[in-house]
């Protein structure tokens, strides 16, 4: 089992937080939506170390992922973007550990901002909507 400074650490150094806004001139079928994401992608060699670490957050999914770049090799990525196990599991585990960096501190910071300004349905105004956008642009 692995421990708790470990997953921080380890996060700290390979893992992202990541909203993302499909507006609707990306989607003209939708309305705007916010996507919010929980990641961390490891070579193929280290795929051990993602099934340990879905096992120690018990949520997520595992995913392989190709990569045609030269020089590149694929990878698979644990990802955790249901907002029950974001709200209950991710963001409680890292408000009680911190991170170490500053920029993990102020994206986990803006992520959990928008996560809340999106339970308070928020993202469903062009003001709201507006507001996100502005806090997204200040992540890493």
Known sequence: MIKADYVVGLVDGEGSFCVHVATKQSSPKRRARVELRFFLKLIERDLAVLEKLKEFFQ?????????????????????????????????????????????????????????????DGQHLTETGLAGIRALQIQMH
């Open 59 to 119: 949520c997520g999914a595992i995913y392989f992922q190709q990569d045609q770049r030269p020089n590149h090799q694929n990878c698979y990525r644990f990802e955790v973007f249901n907002r029950t196990e974001l709200k209950e599991i991710i963001i409680p585990f890292f408000e009680k550990h911190p991170f170490r960096t500053v920029s993990k501190q102020k994206d986990f910071k803006i992520f959990k901002e928008i996560f809340f300004k999106i339970q």
